[in-house]
C-alpha cells in the first residue's frame, strides 16, 4: 500500500530524513489529474509486490510546499529517493518506465 503524505513534515520525515537506507516511491499526484487517477491501481500494485521499497503518494493540490520544493511541472510524477537524494523522475505516468525504475532499484 502507498502512504499519504498529508504535510510538509511528513514528506521531510519519511522522505528527505529518512537514514534507512530503502529506496523510497514517491506519486506526485492530484485528485483533478485523470492520469492520475488511472495510475493509482499499479502503483498500489507495485507497492504490494515491492516490500523492499517504501511507497508514498502527495496529493499536491493539497501540499503545495511538497509540489514546489519536489519542483513538479506535470502529473502524474513519480520520483525514487534513497537518503533524500533524487535518484530519478518519471512524467507523465509511463507505466513501463516508473516498472523499469522499480526493477532497477529493488535490490539498492
Known amino acids: 500500500?502507498?502512504?499519504?503524505?498529508?504535510?510538509?513534515g511528513e514528506?521531510?520525515?519519511?522522505?528527505?530524513n529518512y537514514k534507512g537506507g530503502k529506496i523510497i516511491v514517491v506519486d506526485f499526484w492530484a485528485?483533478?489529474?485523470?492520469d492520475c487517477i488511472v495510475l493509482a491501481p499499479f502503483f498500489y500494485q507495485l507497492a504490494e509486490k515491492n516490500k523492499q521499497m517504501d511507497f508514498y503518494e502527495v496529493d499536491v493540490e493539497e501540499t503545495p510546499q511538497v509540489k514546489n520544493w519536489?519542483?513538479?511541472?506535470?502529473?502524474?510524477?513519480?520520483?525514487?529517493?534513497?537518503?533524500?537524494q533524487c535518484?530519478?523522475?518519471?512524467e507523465?505516468?509511463?507505466?513501463?518506465?516508473?516498472?523499469?525504475?522499480?526493477?532497477?532499484?529493488?535490490?539498492?
Open 1 to 8: 500500500m502507498a502512504v499519504p503524505i498529508e504535510s510538509w
Open 11 to 16: 514528506f521531510d520525515k519519511y522522505v528527505l
Open 31 to 34: 485528485a483533478s489529474c485523470g
Open 70 to 84: 519536489a519542483k513538479i511541472k506535470k502529473l502524474p510524477t513519480i520520483k525514487f529517493y534513497q537518503y533524500g
Open 87 to 90: 535518484l530519478e523522475t518519471i
Open 92 to 108: 507523465g505516468g509511463v507505466q513501463s518506465k516508473i516498472s523499469a525504475a522499480v526493477a532497477k532499484y529493488k535490490n539498492s
